[in-house]
């Protein structure tokens, strides 16, 4: 491992999690807003369902691991909301199904220490007509709707207020934009750079907003090596003085502090 320790943030889920660091992806706005903060972990998998996720549980969390990761942010259900194929192959999962698959991924989670955070993304708005633009007749008796993902996404809400667990009901997030189908969708299922952006600002509401302690929060969480040093750029007004740009803010984090976070929802 390298040094020095850093709280891990996990992301993990399928497609929506393995693209996330590309296009303007939210993986990686979260990496460079956690930069000298956290290590921001990948671990996703195109095409899988909750199902085969809950398989794998223990060789992507195992719980004799020494470290453990402060957040966990999982998304699955876009694919288990597929509709069944007629081979009874394929990734739809049953509602029910679904969520008692979210609630074993929870409980595996919290497992680990007591320390650890959750929080759970639903399934996105899609765009049918896109999808049948961009996949032709992939998709053919393994139909996606946007009202099944609606059903999937207000179902697992239910269930996380149950559970007292965060989570971001990004249906609705995307719903907040009128032009959402055509602007926050690459091909009708992935995100934009602009999906993203929702993406993030939902996931930072809800990390500002908790009462985790300590903090999650990008801007409350300590920076790496923030003392000063006489080996830094010497300040242009006091030459007896070099320039500590630890705590400084670049100017594309502003939209993404606190007081820029403020969600429709």
Known sequence: MVGPGRPQFVLFGSSIVQQSFSNGGWGAILTDL???KADIVLRGYSGWNSRRAVEVLDLIFPKEAKVQPSLVIVYFGGNDAV???PSGLGVHVP???YIDN??????HLRSLTDKVRVIFLTSPSINEALIREYFGILHDNQVRKNDTCRTYADALVDSCKQLDVKVVNLWTAFQQREDW???CLTDGIHFTPEGSQIVVKE???VIKEADWEPSLFWESMPVEFS???PYYMVHPYNNGKTMNASHGIHSWKIKWTADNIRSKL
Request: aromatic fraction near 12%; charge should be neutral; proline fraction near 8%.
């Open 83 to 85: 509709h069944p194929h």
């Open 203 to 205: 996931i930072l509401k």
């Open 102 to 107: 979210m609630k074993k991924i929870y409980f």
């Open 34 to 36: 956690y930069d000298r």
């Open 95 to 97: 509602l029910p199904e």
């Open 227 to 229: 003392e000063d040093s």
């Open 181 to 183: 189908a055509t602007t």
